[in-house]
């Protein structure tokens, strides 16, 4: 018998971020180049990729969500367009295995434990 299959869970990658530096109109933005290496390095099975024009977190870019349905949404920021892959394909695994999006603080790469700009709770939460 086959385990059941992950639950959809949806990372948001911010491609307009420019990480706090001047933008330069011929070069691509630090949230963009982000975005291309998650895309290089992968996510966990389960966890769609889902490039977005801004999340509003300007001073804190590079900036991802992780949202699913019945599940809280977070928010991280400050991740690096070169090194941040790996950290948000852990933190996206650890999301996706969590029914309700609440991963113990101890299981979350350490970035994402500092780096933490928002939790919001899931729709069906607040009836």
């Known amino acids: ?48 990729l889902v490039p977005v024009e801004c999340l509003s977190a300007c001073s804190s870019g590079c900036t991802v969500a992780l949202r699913g349905p019945g599940r809280w949404t977070y928010v991280y920021g400050n991740l690096d367009a070169t090194t941040g892959a790996p950290i948000i394909a852990e933190g996206a695994r650890a999301y996706r295995d969590a029914p ?19 939790r919001i709770p899931p729709m069906e939460a607040l009836k």
């Open 1 to 48: 018998m086959s385990a059941p299959e992950p639950a959809a869970v949806e990372l948001l990658v911010c491609t307009t971020c420019k990480r706090r530096q001047p933008a330069d109109p011929d070069a691509p933005r630090p949230g963009s180049l982000l975005h291309d290496a998650v895309r290089t390095h992968g996510l966990p099975e389960g966890v769609r």
């Open 100 to 118: 309700d999006g609440l991963v113990p603080w101890r299981q979350r790469p350490e970035h994402f434990r500092k780096n933490c700009i928002a």
